[in-house]
């Protein structure tokens, strides 16, 4: 398995595995052109943040995304950790865990992270389950919004 940081090339593998994630996560089915431009501005903007990919034999496995926040009181990013998608046949094989210490391993040569954030449904306990074997917990904070 080699995990790497996604690349132009990549961008309908991305696609899909976020239009996939859409669906079965929360029943939505996604712009593609709008969802295309979104993932094409983070390939191309490294400043907002980066892809990574598992790949094996060729083929894109698994992705995830890192965007990043300021933390003013910690003097670091906070990484993101979104549109986390594994192919189902692909799933609890660990390639989570090689993306998350990829991420991890990033942070690290940049100098660290405040720390490592990500959302999940309340209703998704196996991904809660993967998230906790990583030694991630449930954050102090509630989120609020508004569209």
Do not use: C, H
């Amino acid at each position: 398995m080699i995990i790497r940081k996604g690349q132009t090339t990549d961008l309908q593998a991305l696609v899909n595995f976020n239009q996939a994630m859409a669906e079965e996560t929360e029943g939505l089915t996604l712009d593609s052109q709008v969802l295309s431009k979104g993932v094409n501005t983070l390939l191309t903007s490294p400043e907002k943040g980066f892809y990574l990919v598992a790949e094996m034999y060729g083929e894109i496995v698994g992705s995830l995304m890192v965007t990043f926040e300021w933390s003013d009181w910690r003097a670091k990013d906070y990484y993101w950790i979104q549109s986390v998608y594994i192919r189902p046949q692909n799933r609890r094989q660990g390639i989570y865990g090689k993306l998350y210490q990829a991420v991890k391993d990033i942070a690290a040569e940049n100098g660290g992270a405040a720390s490592f954030r990500l959302y999940v449904e309340k209703e998704n306990t196996n991904a809660q389950r993967t998230y906790s074997a990583q030694g991630m917990e449930q954050s102090y904070y509630l989120m609020y919004e508004q569209k």
